[in-house]
C-alpha cells in the first residue's frame, strides 16, 4: 500500500537529508517532492479520486488537472477506439 510505504520510510527520517542520503537520492531531493511522488503513485494505483484527493490534503479538481494522466485509465478508449 502506498501510504505504508511513505509512512514508513517518514518514520524512519530524522531530517530531509538524511532521508535522501539514505534512499541515495540526490541532494536537491527535498520534502517537497514527496506530496507529488504520493499523487503520481496513488493515480497508478487507480485510487478512488476522493480518497486520494483527501489523503493529500488536495482538492479533487487539483489532482484530476494535474495528476489524472497516471491513472491507467486515463488513455483506454482512446487505445480501445484505435485497436
Given at each position: 500500500m502506498v501510504s505504508s510505504r511513505i509512512s514508513a520510510v517518514v518514520a524512519d527520517c530524522r531530517s530531509s537529508e538524511v532521508c535522501v542520503a539514505d534512499a541515495g537520492l540526490p541532494a536537491e531531493v527535498t520534502p517537497h517532492w514527496l506530496r507529488p511522488t504520493c499523487a503520481?503513485?496513488?493515480?497508478?494505483?487507480?485510487?478512488?479520486?476522493?480518497?486520494?484527493?483527501?489523503y493529500l490534503g488536495m482538492n479533487p479538481k487539483a489532482l484530476i488537472h494535474n495528476y489524472s494522466h497516471h491513472r491507467p485509465s486515463h488513455h483506454a478508449r482512446a487505445g480501445k477506439a484505435l485497436g
Open positions: 503520481t503513485w496513488l493515480m497508478e494505483g487507480d485510487v478512488d479520486l476522493w480518497e486520494a484527493s483527501s
